[in-house]
Structures are given as C-alpha cells and as structure tokens.
C-alpha cells in the first residue's frame, strides 16, 4: 500500500464497483491491476465486506453466502488465466462464469471484481459468442488501465525509491545524469 500512487483510477473503481456491483479492470501486462484491485478490496474490507480471492468457478460457488445480510466481494485475480479453457468449451447454453457473474448482479450484498490482460479478454470474446453476449462484457462494467502520465510515473518511482529502502549506489545511479527522466 505504500508503495500505490493513487491515480483518477481508484476512484473511479470503486465508483463503478458500487454502482455496478461488478468491475473488470483490464489493462496491458505490468500497469497495474491487481494493485489497483488489491487496493480496492482494503477499501471494502474496511466498508465490512468479505473478501473471497478465489481462483475457480467451483470456489466462489461454494463460498457464496444466501445471506443478503452478509457483504461478500469476490476477487478473481487474472479470471480468464484459470476459466480461458472453460469458456471455450462450454456446452451449457451459458457458462458457469456468466451464471456466476448474473448471480451476483441479482445479489444484494455481493460484489464481483475481475483482472485479466486485455489481449486475453478480447481473444475470448472472439472465441465464444455466449462471452460476447454476457453481462461480462458489457464495457460499462470495464476500467482500462493504460499508460500513467509522467507525473504519476514520477510518483511511483518515488514511492519505490523511498519505501523500499534502496542503497545509497542505486539511489545514486538513478539521480546521476538525471537518469529517472529515461525510467519515467
């Protein structure tokens, strides 16, 4: 957490998480979506809610509460890397992973918070056409993460340079020739 610039991204987020009750944050591979997620699932644990990081169809089911009174929000880190396979062979007229997403959105209490690579999701929805069709992709439920400006950029390298207690040499070589304008 300390190391997490926040950008007009977070609040946008959890914006969308509470309106929606379902985000998918998709971005290009090292920009930043599981940090931003992981973030946003510390915001609502703080707001009471269960966080269940799961990484199977099978797991959120089991572990999903009837309760309406009990607050779950459900964390699929990289969702298309373990149900890819699924999606594409599916022979149910929906997949379990837009049963579950449906589910949710009829929930009264539950939350759904998705990261995969935008490369891998739009390969998915070319592949299967109930994915194309399904909430799931619905872009009102989408933030993507692309490029930080070079004032966020500069915050990050910062937050690494300070927090992580980097050698004096390091720190030193990084400064030297105003080499961190190149890292930025």
């Keep these: 957490m300390r190391l997490y610039v926040a950008t007009p991204n977070l609040a946008k987020a959890e914006s969308q998480l509470n309106k929606n009750k379902m985000l998918l944050i998709t971005g290009q591979p090292g920009?930043?979506?599981t940090s931003l997620a992981e973030l946003l699932l510390f915001r609502f644990a703080k707001k009471n809610y269960q966080i269940i990081a799961v990484e199977d169809l099978e797991e959120a089911e089991q572990l999903f509460s009837r309760s309406a009174k009990t607050k779950q929000l459900f964390y699929f880190d990289d969702f298309l890397g373990s149900n890819y396979m699924e999606?594409?062979?599916a022979h149910r007229e929906e997949t379990r992973l837009t049963n579950f997403v449906e589910r949710v959105q009829?929930?009264?209490?539950?939350?759904?918070?998705?990261t995969t690579r935008t490369v891998i999701l739009n390969r998915a929805s070319e592949k299967s056409e109930r994915l194309k069709r399904s909430e799931l992709m619905n872009r009102n439920f989408e933030i993507v993460l692309s490029d930080y400006s070079p004032f966020?950029?500069?915050?990050?390298?910062?937050?690494?340079m300070y927090f992580r207690n980097m050698s004096q040499e390091l720190t030193d070589s990084i400064v030297a020739n105003k080499f961190y304008r190149t890292i930025i």
């Design 152 to 160: 966020e950029k500069a915050r990050i390298l910062y937050n690494h």
């Design 106 to 114: 009829n929930s009264r209490n539950k939350l759904l918070l998705l």
């Design 31 to 33: 920009v930043g979506k």
């Design 87 to 89: 999606i594409l062979n």
